[in-house]
Protein backbone atom coordinates (compact mmCIF):
# COMPACT_ATOMS: atom_id res chain seq x y z
CA UNK A 1 0.00 0.00 0.00
CA UNK A 2 2.71 2.61 0.65
CA UNK A 3 4.77 1.96 -2.08
CA UNK A 4 1.76 2.21 -4.55
CA UNK A 5 0.48 5.51 -2.58
CA UNK A 6 3.74 7.12 -2.97
CA UNK A 7 3.86 6.45 -7.02
CA UNK A 8 0.72 8.05 -6.86
CA UNK A 9 1.15 10.76 -4.53
CA UNK A 10 1.45 13.94 -6.55
CA UNK A 11 -0.73 12.25 -9.75
CA UNK A 12 -4.63 12.05 -8.14
CA UNK A 13 -6.50 14.04 -6.34
CA UNK A 14 -7.63 11.72 -3.64
CA UNK A 15 -7.54 7.47 -3.16
CA UNK A 16 -10.35 5.06 -2.53
CA UNK A 17 -9.83 3.56 0.86
CA UNK A 18 -11.89 -0.14 0.32
CA UNK A 19 -13.75 -1.72 2.93
CA UNK A 20 -13.13 -5.40 2.88
CA UNK A 21 -14.51 -5.11 -1.09
CA UNK A 22 -16.05 -8.05 -2.34
CA UNK A 23 -17.00 -9.46 1.35
CA UNK A 24 -12.81 -10.09 1.21
CA UNK A 25 -11.26 -9.71 4.95
CA UNK A 26 -8.35 -6.51 4.75
CA UNK A 27 -6.93 -3.77 6.87
CA UNK A 28 -9.25 -1.52 8.10
CA UNK A 29 -10.44 1.39 5.94
CA UNK A 30 -9.82 3.46 8.73
CA UNK A 31 -6.26 3.12 9.91
CA UNK A 32 -5.65 2.29 6.15
CA UNK A 33 -7.18 6.05 5.32
CA UNK A 34 -4.94 7.36 8.10
CA UNK A 35 -1.30 5.89 7.23
CA UNK A 36 -2.00 7.19 3.60
CA UNK A 37 -2.83 10.86 4.82
CA UNK A 38 0.19 10.85 7.13
CA UNK A 39 1.58 10.30 3.60
CA UNK A 40 0.46 13.44 2.42
CA UNK A 41 -2.46 11.66 0.35
CA UNK A 42 -6.75 12.50 0.18
CA UNK A 43 -8.34 9.83 1.23
CA UNK A 44 -12.28 8.55 0.61
CA UNK A 45 -13.20 5.90 2.89
CA UNK A 46 -15.37 3.31 1.93
CA UNK A 47 -17.70 2.55 4.70
CA UNK A 48 -19.96 -0.53 4.60
CA UNK A 49 -23.23 -1.36 6.63
CA UNK A 50 -22.45 -4.84 6.22
CA UNK A 51 -20.10 -6.12 8.75
CA UNK A 52 -20.92 -3.05 11.51
CA UNK A 53 -24.33 -2.07 14.04
CA UNK A 54 -25.29 1.44 14.23
CA UNK A 55 -22.94 2.05 17.11
CA UNK A 56 -19.94 0.29 15.48
CA UNK A 57 -20.56 2.58 12.69
CA UNK A 58 -21.23 5.99 14.75
CA UNK A 59 -17.81 4.74 16.72
CA UNK A 60 -15.95 4.39 13.25
CA UNK A 61 -16.93 7.33 11.87
CA UNK A 62 -16.03 9.76 15.20
CA UNK A 63 -12.81 8.13 15.18
CA UNK A 64 -12.29 8.47 11.55
CA UNK A 65 -13.07 12.27 12.01
CA UNK A 66 -10.96 12.61 14.92
CA UNK A 67 -7.90 11.35 12.95
CA UNK A 68 -8.70 13.69 10.19
CA UNK A 69 -10.19 11.73 7.37
CA UNK A 70 -12.91 14.18 6.23
CA UNK A 71 -14.18 11.82 2.85
CA UNK A 72 -16.33 8.78 3.19
CA UNK A 73 -18.74 6.78 0.54
CA UNK A 74 -21.06 5.18 2.11
CA UNK A 75 -22.69 1.56 0.90
CA UNK A 76 -24.23 -1.27 1.77
CA UNK A 77 -21.78 -3.84 1.08
CA UNK A 78 -21.37 -7.24 -0.65
CA UNK A 79 -23.06 -10.00 1.43
CA UNK A 80 -20.63 -12.19 3.25
CA UNK A 81 -21.43 -15.63 1.57
CA UNK A 82 -20.00 -13.78 -1.61
CA UNK A 83 -16.53 -13.12 0.29
CA UNK A 84 -13.82 -15.59 1.46
CA UNK A 85 -14.53 -16.49 5.36
CA UNK A 86 -17.45 -18.79 5.12
CA UNK A 87 -19.90 -18.83 8.07
CA UNK A 88 -19.82 -15.23 8.78
CA UNK A 89 -22.37 -13.27 9.27
CA UNK A 90 -23.83 -9.74 8.15
CA UNK A 91 -24.77 -7.14 10.37
CA UNK A 92 -27.12 -4.89 8.03
CA UNK A 93 -28.26 -3.25 10.35
CA UNK A 94 -28.26 0.29 8.63
CA UNK A 95 -29.01 0.33 4.63
CA UNK A 96 -26.74 3.04 3.04
CA UNK A 97 -29.54 5.53 2.68
CA UNK A 98 -29.90 5.54 6.87
CA UNK A 99 -26.40 4.96 7.21
CA UNK A 100 -26.18 8.53 5.38
CA UNK A 101 -28.77 9.94 7.24
CA UNK A 102 -26.84 9.09 10.42
CA UNK A 103 -23.69 11.34 9.07
CA UNK A 104 -25.77 13.80 8.70
CA UNK A 105 -27.11 14.27 12.20
CA UNK A 106 -23.49 13.45 13.27
CA UNK A 107 -22.58 16.59 11.12
CA UNK A 108 -25.27 18.25 13.27
CA UNK A 109 -23.61 17.27 16.20
CA UNK A 110 -25.83 14.22 17.52
CA UNK A 111 -25.58 10.27 17.39
CA UNK A 112 -28.22 8.14 15.53
CA UNK A 113 -30.50 8.61 18.92
CA UNK A 114 -30.13 12.26 19.40
CA UNK A 115 -27.99 12.74 22.48
CA UNK A 116 -26.12 15.70 21.90
CA UNK A 117 -22.58 14.96 20.95
CA UNK A 118 -19.41 17.14 22.50
CA UNK A 119 -18.84 18.97 19.20
CA UNK A 120 -19.72 17.38 15.32
CA UNK A 121 -18.35 16.24 12.38
CA UNK A 122 -17.92 17.56 8.91
CA UNK A 123 -17.86 14.97 6.49
CA UNK A 124 -18.31 15.12 2.76
CA UNK A 125 -20.52 12.21 2.69
CA UNK A 126 -21.04 10.22 -1.19
CA UNK A 127 -22.69 7.32 -2.26
CA UNK A 128 -22.94 4.82 -4.79
CA UNK A 129 -24.79 4.52 -7.76
CA UNK A 130 -24.79 2.29 -11.36
CA UNK A 131 -24.13 4.23 -14.36
CA UNK A 132 -27.44 2.69 -16.33
CA UNK A 133 -30.53 3.04 -13.73
CA UNK A 134 -34.88 1.72 -13.58
CA UNK A 135 -36.57 3.82 -11.56
CA UNK A 136 -36.13 2.12 -8.35
CA UNK A 137 -32.34 3.38 -9.43
CA UNK A 138 -33.39 6.29 -10.02
CA UNK A 139 -35.48 6.58 -6.64
CA UNK A 140 -32.58 5.25 -4.59
CA UNK A 141 -30.18 7.88 -5.79
CA UNK A 142 -32.52 10.37 -4.92
CA UNK A 143 -33.30 9.27 -1.55
CA UNK A 144 -29.33 9.01 -0.85
CA UNK A 145 -29.42 13.00 -2.29
CA UNK A 146 -32.31 13.86 0.41
CA UNK A 147 -30.16 11.93 3.38
CA UNK A 148 -26.94 14.20 1.93
CA UNK A 149 -24.80 12.39 -0.30
CA UNK A 150 -22.42 15.31 -1.99
CA UNK A 151 -21.20 13.22 -4.53
CA UNK A 152 -21.68 9.96 -6.54
CA UNK A 153 -18.96 6.97 -7.56
CA UNK A 154 -19.80 4.48 -9.67
CA UNK A 155 -18.10 1.45 -11.24
CA UNK A 156 -15.86 2.83 -14.09
CA UNK A 157 -17.60 3.85 -17.41
CA UNK A 158 -16.71 2.60 -20.43
CA UNK A 159 -19.75 3.41 -22.21
CA UNK A 160 -19.70 7.46 -21.86
CA UNK A 161 -23.80 7.05 -23.80
CA UNK A 162 -24.46 5.31 -20.52
CA UNK A 163 -23.19 8.43 -18.52
CA UNK A 164 -24.36 10.57 -20.15
CA UNK A 165 -28.22 8.77 -20.53
CA UNK A 166 -27.61 9.00 -16.33
CA UNK A 167 -27.59 12.49 -16.32
CA UNK A 168 -30.24 13.14 -18.69
CA UNK A 169 -32.37 10.82 -16.21
CA UNK A 170 -31.43 12.70 -12.95
CA UNK A 171 -31.92 16.16 -15.32
CA UNK A 172 -35.47 15.08 -15.74
CA UNK A 173 -36.50 13.35 -12.41
CA UNK A 174 -35.99 17.07 -11.24
CA UNK A 175 -37.62 18.86 -13.49
CA UNK A 176 -40.70 17.37 -12.38
CA UNK A 177 -39.88 18.30 -8.96
Same mark, same amino acid.
Given at each position: MLRDSAILKDIVDAVNVTDNQRAVMRMSPLAACSILQEKG #?? +???? *? +???? !?? !?? %??????? $? %?????IRNVLVMTGDHTSKGDHEGAKPVYDLDSVQL? $?? *? !?? #??????LCGNELNGRTEFCAGAVTNTILNEVGLISSEKKIKMGAIFFQTQAVFDVSGLQNLWKKRVKLNQKR
Open positions: #LE +TIMH *I +TCRD !RN !RL %ALQSDLI $G %AYSLGL $GM *I !RK #LDQGFD
